[in-house]
């Protein structure tokens, strides 16, 4: 195809994602490094009778004048970076110097709204994503396994976790989990404590959410593992029969070489989608016990005022995360490209 | 494929049927449970005396004198003006799904057509734009909105929301054009058509397959999103799932928690719909990308 064709081919959809993907990341990059200008506050002298007073007053005027001149804020380099909502590089030192031992010292990180996000999307990512591709493998083989009458069935249902919005899937499993609800109720049964409650416990909120996370992501990788499973060679698996194979040889010999390269795919579109864990901490109302980086810029965006340098930075850091996530993919590609 | 070797042991079949029958109550079971308890009350959704009440409806029977009741659905449809999401969020979709197919045809021909090392990099950079959490973007978006008087309109989220859609929908039709033979647009070149014309006469009658499958997959991210939606829009222009998120804010305390439960069931249905008649589809596109690598 001839450059200018291409070109014009390709038009529409690289200015969508320059517009709309390319300029926005120059733009949390700029604003992440200016912060909102201060009101300016000036002191006026009330002379009267009774003498002098001094006042200390916004002045309106200038504070507009200075935000119309300078619409991005107060030049402020690496502040927002290091400041406690973000690295907390002060808070850090501080916390190293008195903390006794390890684990001493991750309670307090902890304690830090940045630390505390990133450490529960990282635990969540690596916690979910191997967990979802066993679950999808098995669920894979045993509808592979059934009858293929109720195959159609089968997989209607186990497409609805992942199909369904996720904001919406949560609510689902959240009122299910309530102390009043079902589970919530079968959770006090098992336990014998009536007063237990999902919501009030870190680690039980923690264990929600990643169940959640599985349920929702292991129809898509027994999606795939279904589909390679369809395209296992028959005559190698009758020869490792012949030779005597037994069936959990087979799986572990035949089948699992051969779905080898969909794994490496389907932990790839996982970990990417499971490093922007987000809307489930909103539904499960969860943010006292659990924060990713994706709610700590919602939460910075929302509400009455809108703290956009500390949510730009947020937002550099995150793609910072995913850029080190799918390095290694990237590394390869070139790799590959090079031998080409 | 009934030799005696291949057959299953007993044990192993039980096994399988239990852990099936377990994944399917697991998978359907909350959809279920939600669908019955939407027609009940309060009290009995969420029963602090004995969650058996849900099912039964003993409170939904004292306080409306019916077994099942529509309180919740007139509640949020009517009185909270949830249709107004509806249409907002129909005409959401409509729209991405047209603009980002179009765009998104175009692209993804050329790019499984060309032979040079540039289209290998744009795609790798639509893999990149694609792992971005799209609410990194969002506060990109916010300071420029609001300096121009775009923020909160239907057509701002439309289009953003179909920018966040392209590398998606680009590597999905790329992949689909790529197993179109070139020699059938070649050929049409040969006698004398523009590339364009080969295109708009020779590949758009074939294209159709790979378009749907993608389709459904960029009105699933239209439809499902929440992050962009709910930053973006005004609350009168809001959609339906930051609409259900905003119900949790406000009308939790109120008691109404069961309009949050009507409106939840009332999006899910048409998803529901959705993957009984394009299951296929949905599976076809699933696996599009995982085994051509």
Same mark, same amino acid.
């Given at each position: 195809?001839?450059?200018?064709?291409?070109?014009?081919?390709?038009?529409?959809?690289?200015?969508?994602?320059?517009?709309?993907?390319?300029?926005?990341?120059?733009?949390?990059?700029?604003?992440?490094?200016?912060?909102?200008?201060?009101?300016?506050?000036?002191?006026?002298?009330?002379?009267?009778?009774?003498?002098?007073?001094?006042?200390?007053?916004?002045?309106?005027?200038?504070?507009?004048?200075?935000?119309?001149?300078?619409?991005?804020?107060?030049?402020?380099?690496?502040?927002?970076?290091?400041?406690?909502?973000?690295?907390?590089?002060?808070?850090?030192?501080?916390?190293?110097?008195?903390?006794?031992?390890?684990?001493?010292?991750?309670?307090?990180?902890?304690?830090?709204?940045?630390?505390?996000?990133?450490?529960?999307?990282?635990?969540?990512?690596?916690?979910?994503?191997?967990?979802?591709?066993?679950?999808?493998?098995?669920?894979?083989?045993?509808?592979?396994?059934?009858?293929?009458?109720?195959?159609?069935?089968?997989?209607?249902?186990?497409?609805?976790?992942?199909?369904?919005?996720?904001?919406?899937?949560?609510?689902?499993?959240?009122?299910?989990?309530?102390?009043?609800?079902?589970?919530?109720?079968?959770?006090?049964?098992?336990?014998?404590? $009536?007063?237990?409650?999902?919501?009030?416990?870190?680690?039980?909120?923690?264990?929600?959410?990643?169940?959640?996370?599985?349920?929702?992501?292991? $129809?898509?990788?027994?999606?795939?593992?279904?589909?390679?499973?369809?395209?296992?060679?028959?005559?190698?698996?009758?020869?490792?029969?012949?030779?005597?194979?037994?069936?959990?040889?087979?799986?572990?010999?035949?089948?699992?070489?051969?779905?080898?390269?969909?794994?490496?795919?389907?932990?790839?579109?996982?970990?990417?989608?499971?490093?922007?864990?987000?809307?489930?901490?909103?539904?499960?109302?969860?943010?006292?016990?659990?924060?990713?980086?994706?709610?700590?810029?919602?939460?910075?965006?929302?509400?009455?005022?809108?703290?956009?340098?500390?949510?730009?930075?947020?937002?550099?850091?995150?793609?910072?995360?995913?850029?080190?996530?799918?390095? $290694?993919?990237?590394?390869?590609?070139?790799?590959?490209?090079?031998?080409? | 494929?009934?030799?005696?070797?291949?057959?299953?042991?007993?044990?192993?079949?039980?096994?399988?049927?239990?852990?099936?029958?377990?994944?399917?109550?697991?998978?359907?079971?909350?959809?279920?449970?939600?669908?019955?308890?939407?027609?009940?009350?309060?009290?009995?959704?969420?029963?602090?005396?004995?969650?058996?009440?849900?099912?039964?409806?003993?409170?939904?029977?004292?306080?409306?004198?019916?077994?099942?009741?529509?309180?919740?659905?007139?509640?949020?449809?009517?009185?909270?003006?949830?249709?107004?999401?509806?249409?907002?969020?129909?005409?959401?979709?409509?729209?991405?799904?047209?603009?980002?197919?179009?765009?998104?045809?175009?692209?993804?021909?050329?790019?499984?057509?060309?032979?040079?090392?540039?289209?290998?990099?744009?795609?790798?950079?639509?893999?990149?734009?694609?792992?971005?959490?799209?609410?990194?973007?969002?506060?990109?978006?916010?300071?420029?909105?609001?300096?121009?008087?775009?923020?909160?309109?239907?057509?701002?989220?439309?289009?953003?929301?179909?920018?966040?859609?392209?590398?998606?929908?680009?590597?999905?039709?790329?992949?689909?054009?790529?197993?179109?033979?070139?020699?059938?647009?070649?050929?049409?070149?040969?006698?004398?058509?523009?590339?364009?014309?080969?295109?708009?006469?020779?590949?758009?009658?074939?294209?159709?397959?790979?378009?749907?499958?993608?389709?459904?997959?960029?009105?699933?991210?239209?439809?499902?999103?929440?992050?962009?939606?709910?930053?973006?829009?005004?609350?009168?222009?809001?959609?339906?799932?930051?609409?259900?998120?905003?119900?949790?804010?406000?009308?939790?305390?109120?008691?109404?928690?069961?309009?949050?439960?009507?409106?939840?069931?009332?999006?899910?249905?048409?998803?529901?719909?959705?993957?009984?008649?394009?299951?296929?589809?949905?599976?076809?596109?699933?696996?599009?990308?995982?085994?051509?690598?």
């Amino acid at each position: 195809m001839k450059h200018k064709t291409f070109l014009w081919f390709v038009l529409p959809s690289s200015l969508a994602m320059l517009l709309f993907i390319f300029f926005p990341l120059i733009s949390i990059l700029v604003q992440s490094v200016y912060v909102a200008h201060d009101q300016v506050i000036v002191t006026v002298e009330n002379c009267g009778p009774f003498g002098c007073t001094e006042t200390t007053m916004i002045d309106q005027g200038a504070t507009e004048a200075l935000r119309r001149e300078q619409p991005l804020g107060r030049f402020a380099g690496v502040e927002t970076y290091l400041d406690r909502g973000h690295l907390a590089v002060t808070e850090v030192g501080r916390a190293w110097d008195a903390a006794q031992g390890w684990r001493d010292f991750g309670a307090r990180m902890l304690n830090l709204p940045f630390y505390k996000a990133i450490f529960f999307t990282l635990a969540y990512t690596f916690v979910v994503t191997p967990l979802t591709i066993v679950l999808g493998f098995m669920i894979a083989v045993a509808v592979n396994g059934a009858a293929r009458a109720i195959r159609g069935p089968l997989i209607f249902f186990s497409l609805l976790p992942m199909i369904v919005t996720p904001l919406v899937g949560s609510l689902i499993l959240f009122w299910m989990i309530d102390a009043r609800g079902i589970i919530g109720s079968a959770l006090q049964e098992i336990a014998g404590d $009536p007063s237990l409650s999902v919501k009030a416990s870190t680690p039980l909120m923690w264990i929600m959410l990643m169940v959640y996370g599985v349920w929702h992501a292991s $129809p898509f990788a027994f999606i795939v593992y279904y589909a390679g499973l369809q395209t296992v060679n028959k005559d190698t698996l009758e020869s490792a029969m012949i030779d005597g194979a037994t069936r959990w040889q087979r799986i572990l010999y035949v089948v699992l070489p051969h779905l080898l390269p969909l794994t490496t795919f389907i932990a790839l579109i996982q970990l990417m989608d499971n490093f922007r864990i987000f809307e489930p901490i909103v539904s499960f109302a969860a943010s006292a016990h659990a924060t990713s980086l994706s709610w700590a810029i919602y939460n910075d965006l929302g509400g009455e005022t809108r703290q956009l340098s500390s949510a730009a930075a947020t937002s550099v850091l995150t793609v910072l995360g995913v850029a080190i996530l799918l390095s $290694p993919v990237l590394v390869r590609t070139w790799r590959d490209f090079g031998r080409r | 494929m009934s030799i005696k070797a291949q057959q299953k042991p007993l044990t192993l079949k039980l096994f399988i049927i239990g852990f099936l029958t377990l994944w399917m109550v697991l998978a359907a079971f909350p959809f279920i449970w939600t669908l019955w308890g939407s027609f009940k009350v309060e009290g009995d959704f969420f029963s602090k005396a004995d969650w058996a009440w849900a099912m039964t409806g003993r409170l939904t029977k004292v306080e409306t004198g019916g077994h099942f009741t529509g309180q919740g659905y007139q509640g949020a449809w009517i009185q909270e003006e949830f249709w107004r999401a509806a249409v907002n969020s129909t005409l959401v979709c409509l729209f991405v799904v047209t603009i980002s197919l179009t765009f998104g045809t175009l692209g993804g021909y050329a790019l499984s057509r060309s032979t040079y090392r540039y289209a290998f990099w744009f795609l790798i950079i639509a893999l990149i734009f694609r792992a971005l959490p799209p609410i990194t973007l969002v506060s990109g978006y916010l300071p420029v909105f609001f300096q121009f008087n775009l923020w909160g309109h239907l057509s701002t989220a439309i289009i953003v929301l179909v920018a966040i859609n392209q590398p998606f929908t680009l590597w999905m039709l790329h992949s689909f054009f790529k197993n179109i033979p070139k020699d059938l647009d070649e050929s049409a070149m040969v006698d004398g058509c523009t590339r364009f014309q080969a295109f708009r006469h020779v590949i758009i009658p074939v294209m159709w397959p790979g378009v749907i499958t993608t389709g459904l997959f960029s009105f699933l991210l239209a439809y499902n999103d929440f992050a962009v939606t709910a930053m973006i829009l005004s609350k009168e222009n809001q959609t339906m799932v930051p609409k259900i998120a905003s119900f949790l804010g406000t009308t939790q305390t109120k008691g109404n928690v069961m309009f949050a439960v009507a409106s939840v069931v009332s999006v899910t249905a048409p998803l529901f719909v959705m993957i009984m008649v394009f299951q296929r589809q949905i599976v076809s596109g699933l696996t599009a990308g995982a085994v051509k690598g």
